[in-house]
Nanobody, 117 residues
Framework: QLVESGGGLVQAGGSLTLSCAAS????????LGWYREAPGKERELIAR???????TYADSVKGRFGIFRDSAKNTADLHMENLKPEDTARYYC?????????????WGPGVQVTVSS
């Protein structure tokens, strides 16, 4: 299971850190990603960390977001800075590609981030 936390309402220019807690999955043994789904848009991968620690970001968040992993706690964080209204979305952590269970793609509950202008 994957459970996200840390979302909320923040003003433009502000910062927020999201956390992902995993059970039954060792986050340090997989390619890990943070995804988001904005209203009216498809879910997209915005940050990725490979098993060996290589990080990549979508152009829309590059330089503002950082993905981190704590192997001891089996958690993953997404540090977000200089937030913009267009960052408003529901955010999810998952493996890359996303987990599949019983034939269906598994997603945790996600966490809402709302950025006010």
């Amino acid at each position: 299971q994957l459970v996200e936390s840390g979302g909320g309402l923040v003003q433009a220019g502000g910062s927020l850190t999201l956390s992902c807690a995993a059970s039954k999955i060792l986050l340090w043994r997989v390619d890990l990603g943070w995804y988001r789904e904005a209203p009216g848009k498809e879910r997209e991968l915005i940050a990725r960390m490979t098993e060996d620690g290589y990080k990549t970001y979508a152009d829309s968040v590059k330089g503002r977001f950082g993905i981190f992993r704590d192997s001891a706690k089996n958690t993953a964080d997404l540090h977000m800075e200089n937030l913009k209204p267009e960052d408003t979305a529901r955010y999810y952590c998952n493996t890359v590609p996303p987990l599949v269970a019983a034939g269906d793609t598994y997603w945790g509950p996600g966490v809402q981030v709302t950025v006010s202008s």
